[in-house]
Structure formats: structure tokens, C-alpha cells
């Protein structure tokens, strides 16, 4: 599985912003997505997520009722709506999928994938 981001940028606090994660290889064993962010100096965080069948979806309390995680299967394409931006909303933004491999014998494993990440800038 390839992701490639795309949509960060600079914007003034209150801004918008939308991301983009493409994917493509084996999606369809991709089980869930989601957007993760870290800041200079901090551990990487989840930003929201949301199964592979879009049935639910998980925020971050920062980022709750601001962002919109959201997919168009048709496109293997993943977004990030990103609205009422703040300045401590700098991060580089990555996209991450997991996909679960049912492997001979039964046994499942879940392998992780990382796209490149984009810088997003929220200034006061």
C-alpha cells in the first residue's frame, strides 16, 4: 500500500484547509484509515480515524467539531476537513492505513503504512 498526501498550506487562524491521502496497491485489504499530526518537539497523535467501511469515525477532543475525516472508496482517496484552524493546530499531518492480512493457518496480522506527511500552519 502506497498513500500520498496532498492539501496542506499555510492559513490564517480560522482558515480551512482540506487533506487528501490517495492510496493505491492492495487496498482492498486496507481495514481502517485515519490522520495522525506531530509537532516540533512532540509525540505523534491520532487525529481522527475511521474503518474501512466508513461506519464509524473517532476524533481527537482537540479537534472535535472543527474536522472531518472522510473517504471516497470510488477514488481510494481519504480527507481531512479541517475547519476554524487554530495556531496550535501546526503539525505535519500524516496518513495512515492499516491492513489486516489473513495469512495460511489463520493467523491475522495488521501491517501499518505512512504517508510522506504535510506541514499545516494555522497562523495567529
Known amino acids: 500500500v502506497q498513500l500520498v498526501e496532498s492539501g496542506g498550506g499555510l492559513v490564517q487562524a480560522g482558515g480551512s484547509l482540506r487533506l487528501s491521502c490517495a492510496a493505491s496497491?492492495?487496498?482492498?485489504?486496507?481495514?481502517?484509515m485515519g490522520w495522525y499530526r506531530q509537532a516540533p518537539g512532540k509525540q505523534r497523535e491520532l487525529v481522527a480515524s475511521?474503518?474501512?467501511?466508513?461506519?464509524?469515525?473517532n476524533y481527537a477532543d482537540s479537534v472535535k467539531g472543527r474536522f472531518t475525516i472522510s473517504r471516497d472508496n470510488a477514488k481510494n482517496t481519504m480527507y481531512l476537513q479541517m475547519n476554524s484552524l487554530k495556531p496550535e493546530d501546526k503539525a505535519v499531518y500524516y496518513c495512515?492505513?492499516?491492513?489486516?492480512?489473513?495469512?495460511?493457518?489463520?493467523?491475522?496480522?495488521?501491517?501499518?503504512?505512512w504517508g510522506q506527511g504535510t506541514q499545516v500552519t494555522a497562523s495567529s
Open positions: 495512515n492505513a492499516v491492513r489486516t492480512v489473513v495469512h495460511l493457518g489463520g493467523s491475522i496480522h495488521d501491517y501499518e503504512y
Open positions: 496497491g492492495s487496498t482492498f485489504t486496507i481495514s481502517a
Open positions: 475511521m474503518p474501512s467501511d466508513g461506519s464509524s469515525t
